[in-house]
Nanobody, 126 residues
Framework: QVHLVESGGGSVQSGGSLTLSCSVS????????MAWFRQVPGKEREGIAA???????YYMTSLRQRLTITQDSYKKTVRLQITSLKPEDTAMYFC????????????????????WGQGTQVTVSS
């Protein structure tokens, strides 16, 4: 059984940085995408960063300059660094894992990810 556990969220002032971590267990796919989504109440969950098994990263265009997604070589931990935080970054952040089909890249469709963590809250104050 796959378990994803996020950590690293919290309260931070505008302009600060955070690194979110996703601890992964039970995930055995060799061709995969790991992604970070975020959601605020009343809005759809949006994908902001993803990384595939080869290590290629993908970012939401508008956030590209402020995000860095990494994974360890044993796909046990996926991290997301967010810099220059803004109040509009306040959201619940979720880690997700999905199998990647051959000759495809990662996307930000929630249906592409079968396994999800419970989320970690990030609150940015001005």
């Amino acid at each position: 059984q796959v378990h994803l556990v996020e950590s690293g969220g919290g309260s931070v002032q505008s302009g600060g940085s955070l690194t979110l971590s996703c601890s992964v267990s039970g995930f055995t796919e060799n061709r995969y995408c790991m992604a970070w989504f975020r959601q605020v109440p009343g809005k759809e969950r949006e994908g902001i960063a993803a990384i595939e098994d080869h290590g290629n990263p993908y970012y939401m265009t508008s956030l590209r300059q402020r995000l860095t997604i990494t994974q360890d070589s044993y796909k046990k931990t996926v991290r997301l660094q967010i810099t220059s935080l803004k109040p509009e970054d306040t959201a619940m952040y979720f880690c997700a894992a999905g199998r990647r089909a051959l000759y495809t890249t990662c996307d930000f469709n929630t249906k592409s990810y079968a396994d999800w963590g419970q989320g970690t809250q990030v609150t940015v104050s001005s």
